[in-house]
């Protein structure tokens, strides 16, 4: 019994290691077909208008990755996202302004290490509550359980049951 106990808490010293020596950054590019909600998406996408990806590191190696669009209104759609997320980045530009919407909206998020993708959230929320601009938090997340249980159970409430996504809000 003792050798499982050992062998138990190592796996959680391990596991609380990576945890406390992770970092949120931010990345240029990212391997889309890796993401498992939004594959068809190509980089030029997600980094174009204002959109940004991020990702938690670990010792060089990046083990969740969030995507995100800045708007003024949430979108139901990629399509409208797509609107939405140029809209406000030209909104910016005709003001002059860094500052591109005032919601962000998280449309997929993966994880390549167990606990990385609500620990990305957790990150992603604390850097959205540092910012000048920003006070929202929305997800353009797809309508299956899954998506619906990880939100719920990270803190999110539902917002919206759309035809083929769902919207869910962390308080900010």
């Known amino acids: 019994m003792s050798k499982l106990n050992k062998r138990i808490k190592e796996k959680f010293e391990n596991f609380f290691d990576w945890i406390k020596g992770a970092e949120l950054v931010e990345l240029e590019t990212c391997n889309t077909k890796e993401d498992p909600i939004r594959p068809e998406l190509d980089v030029k996408f997600r980094t174009s208008h204002g959109r940004k990806i991020f990702g938690v590191k670990y010792k060089k190696e990046?083990?969740?990755?969030?995507?995100?669009?800045?708007?003024?209104?949430?979108?139901?759609?990629?399509?409208?996202?797509?609107?939405?997320?140029?809209?406000?980045?030209?909104?910016?530009?005709?003001?002059?302004?860094?500052?591109?919407?005032?919601?962000?909206?998280?449309?997929?998020?993966?994880?390549?290490?167990k606990g990385g993708g609500k620990l990305i959230v957790k990150e992603a929320f604390k850097k959205i509550k540092k910012s000048n601009h920003l006070n929202r938090l929305v997800t353009l997340s797809p309508l299956t359980e899954m998506a619906r249980n990880f939100h719920l159970r990270n803190g999110a409430r539902?917002?919206?049951?759309?035809?083929?996504?769902?919207?869910f809000e962390y308080k900010v």
């Open 62 to 113: 990046i083990c969740a990755i969030m995507c995100f669009g800045f708007t003024n209104e949430i979108p139901k759609t990629i399509e409208e996202f797509d609107l939405m997320t140029k809209d406000a980045h030209l909104q910016s530009a005709s003001w002059r302004n860094d500052n591109v919407g005032k919601i962000a909206i998280a449309y997929t998020v993966w994880s390549k290490k």
């Open 158 to 167: 539902e917002l919206s049951v759309n035809e083929k996504t769902q919207n």
